[in-house]
């Protein structure tokens, strides 16, 4: 299914073929229309292409990646099959591979630098400004080399200037701190409209490089090039790239911005980039993703870290069938369902969760009646079966997001763990209802399809 997929455009014609994207002719204004447009879209289930983006020549794309089924086209599986691929894709990484002379990326070269020429949007009513929220950030290791590649906002402040959100547990946040205590800066990239390979592999907390990731979903190598400023290799393919440094010993405000946690962050004194050159393709496409939209939660905080949640939480216990990180709850929650739980196994299982991901700070636990995919089940779940006094476990002071609107600014929080099931001794008691499924249509005498 992803067979023909080597880039952004190819892609999008993908989705154009699927009837999974709108293309949206009329002129719409990157100042809080666009961002209110694509979610609308996005809450049709479609991704969205604006031909017409008042003020500039560069078309914009959105939501591309806005659901699993989106996701799952992008690397040529069915959505059931999603977590074992990118499961498979950590554990057979394949290197990516240098061009010798000029790539895609780089057809144009910009005379001068300024960020004012990109159609980057000010998505939410209270975003602080433009922020390009879509872009592969890419940074590399000053002690090994390696390659980084990861989501990174970027606030833009000046023709030159961006504003870059690091939190305390971004690689990139290492790399800097390491060339900072040297007096010297941090040279990065930012690929905008990459290869969906290229967008999921940034997703993971991966300890290798992505790059590998993003050639083990594609299987075959990554094409990149060396950036002309820097020693960091990019994307060959990407529709736009920005050569970039973090600069040493400089802090200024940053944010708000909407955030996957459904909330504003706060405005905070962040470290400053300089935007160094602008390369791009001819005829580019500038890529972008509403805040707080499910792209922005299913890239953010979802789909690449189910398959470890999983894989731990069945390395701990035999009787675990299911994992599911609903994006509904921005990443922060950890539904799990076990057959018959042992005495003790639904805690094991809980502190399993917690580890998958420092951002997970609930995890409940239910048996295999309850479909962990429907919110109004869990809530049945959570109302019937848990004795709060017996059945909740919290521990405080434990490493979290600071963006959780209840963490500390260093994000310090209480995680906890909620055995929702029944005790042996009740589950021959209770038995959930569940009717025999029937035909209503077929019932009723209404047409169906065929």
Known sequence: MSSGIRDLRTFIELLRERGAIYD??????????????????????????????????????????????????AVGCRHEELGDVLEKATLS????????????CQEIVADEVDLGTLPVPVHAPRDAGPFINAGVVIGRDPATGRHNLS???????GKDRIGVNLNTWRHLRDFFEIREARGENLPFCVAIGVDPALMIAAAFRYEGDEYEIAG????????????????????????????????????????????????????????????????????????????????????????????????????TSPRVREAYLPPYASGFLAIISMENPHPGEVRA???????????????????????????????????????????QVVIPGTLGNELHPSADRDGVISKTIIDATLAPNLRDSYVKIVYPKVNLAALLGFPTSS
């Open 24 to 73: 949206i002719g009329a002129p719409v204004d990157p100042v809080h229309e666009l961002g209110a447009v694509l979610r609308a879209c996005e809450e049709q289930g479609k991704a969205a292409f604006f031909h017409d983006v008042k003020g500039f020549g560069i078309p914009v794309v959105g939501s591309a990646l806005g659901s699993h089924e989106r996701i799952a086209l």
């Open 93 to 104: 990484p394949m290197p990516c591979r240098e061009m010798d002379g000029s790539a895609p």
């Open 151 to 157: 989501y990174v906002r970027l606030q833009v402040k």
């Open 216 to 315: 083990a979903l594609r299987k075959e190598p990554t094409p990149v090039v060396r950036a002309r400023t820097c020693d960091v290799l990019v994307p060959a393919t990407a529709e736009i790239v920005l050569e970039c440094e973090i600069l040493a010993g400089e802090r200024e405000d940053e944010g708000p911005m909407a955030e996957y946690t459904g909330h504003y962050s706060g405005r905070y004194p962040q470290c400053v980039g300089r935007v160094n050159a602008i390369t791009h393709r001819r005829d580019p496409i500038f890529q972008t993703t509403a805040g707080a939209s499910y792209e922005h939660l299913l890239l953010g905080t979802a789909v690449t870290r189910e398959p470890r949640l999983k894989r731990l939480a069945m390395t």
């Open 349 to 391: 299982v809980g502190l399993a969760a917690l580890n998958a991901h420092v951002n997970i700070n609930t995890v409940v636990v239910v048996d295999t009646d309850v479909d962990i995919y429907n919110p109004a089940e869990l809530f049945w779940a959570l109302s019937t079966r848990v004795r709060w006094e017996r059945d």
